[in-house]
């Protein structure tokens, strides 16, 4: 498999699996994401028990899908290319549906909570940003994954290193945007 392929089914890993804990690690946290939602003003009531749910469930099958494509391309599957290409499609399709629903609630003013991963900065267009380079990087890679070429152990590991910093970067994305806020500029005035 390709590397960048490798790199985007670590990424989703770490991504969708920590969206999922955050979400569903215990009632307290489930109804915090459950107000999220509700706070985007797009669901309406009766239904988001079950868009919440849904939600989760869908994550949670995103990351058992990436992580069935990884363990298949260590053990040298030939079903590993298929199995990786249906795991971003399916990743794909939920950033699909979670980006245009940022967007919608900031085209709405919506002041709702990103409650991705237990955090509850409010939902802005770094936000989008964000979902929408995942996006991108799962149909590149589902793209590129059916003619995957011959693998290389060091190449391979590498990828995966590089998928879980950029599961890192994207979970913090947040904190990094603050981070970068509020540092100083370095062009301070002399007098």
Request: glycine residues 8%.
């Amino acid at each position: 498999m390709q590397p960048y392929a490798i790199a985007v089914l670590v990424a989703t890993i770490g991504i969708f699996g920590t969206s999922a804990w955050a979400k569903l690690r215990g009632r307290e946290p489930f109804r915090t994401y459950r107000a999220g939602l509700r706070a985007t003003h797009l669901i309406p009531e009766p239904a988001l028990a079950l868009v919440a749910a849904t939600l989760a469930a869908v994550e949670i099958a995103a990351a058992v899908l990436a992580l069935t494509a990884v363990v298949a391309t260590c053990v040298r599957s030939p079903a590993a290319p298929t199995i990786a290409v249906v795991a971003m499609l399916v990743a794909a399709g939920v950033m699909a549906v979670l980006t245009a629903g940022v967007i919608a609630s900031i085209r709405r003013g919506s002041d709702a909570p990103c409650v991705c991963f237990g955090t509850s900065t409010p939902l802005g267009p770094v936000h989008a940003i964000r979902n929408g380079l995942l996006l991108m990087a799962l149909i590149v890679g589902a793209a590129g994954t059916a003619g995957a070429g011959p693998a290389h152990l060091l190449t391979d590991v590498i990828a995966a290193l590089a998928g879980g910093i950029a599961a890192t970067l994207f979970i913090h994305a947040d904190d990094l945007v603050d981070l970068f806020a509020s540092a100083p500029s370095g062009r301070e005035e002399r007098h």
